[in-house]
């Protein structure tokens, strides 16, 4: 796998994202817990070809998961994941489904 496949997983695609790129042009995405904010701008520039202004990071720890609400023996955990908001210039967009 390419340097650039593993730091970026996957968008985050929801009516609160959606809304923040039509007004902010701030876009949301999974991205590899080891990756630093220089390294997210660089692949969100060289895949999608924009222009990125700025990175926030934020790290999610994975959540205990058991077999039902009664029932308390815990039986996992989600997976803990990193994800980053990125700011690009004002004249650029990402389109997530443009492909489709």
């Given at each position: 796998?390419?340097?650039l496949g593993s730091i970026l997983i996957r968008p985050v695609?929801?009516?609160k994202m959606t809304k923040q790129a039509e007004r902010l042009h701030q876009y949301a995405f999974v991205v590899s817990i080891k990756a630093n904010r220089i390294e997210i701008a660089k692949a969100i520039e060289e895949f999608y070809g924009v222009r990125?202004?700025?990175v926030n990071t934020l790290r999610y720890a994975g959540k205990l998961r058991a077999?039902?609400?009664r029932q308390m023996?815990?039986?996992g955990r989600t997976s803990n994941f990193k994800k980053a908001i990125v700011t690009i210039h004002k004249d650029d967009t990402?389109?997530?489904f443009s492909n489709i």
């Open positions: 796998m390419s340097k695609i929801s009516e990125v202004e700025s077999r039902s609400a023996p815990i039986i990402i389109d997530f």
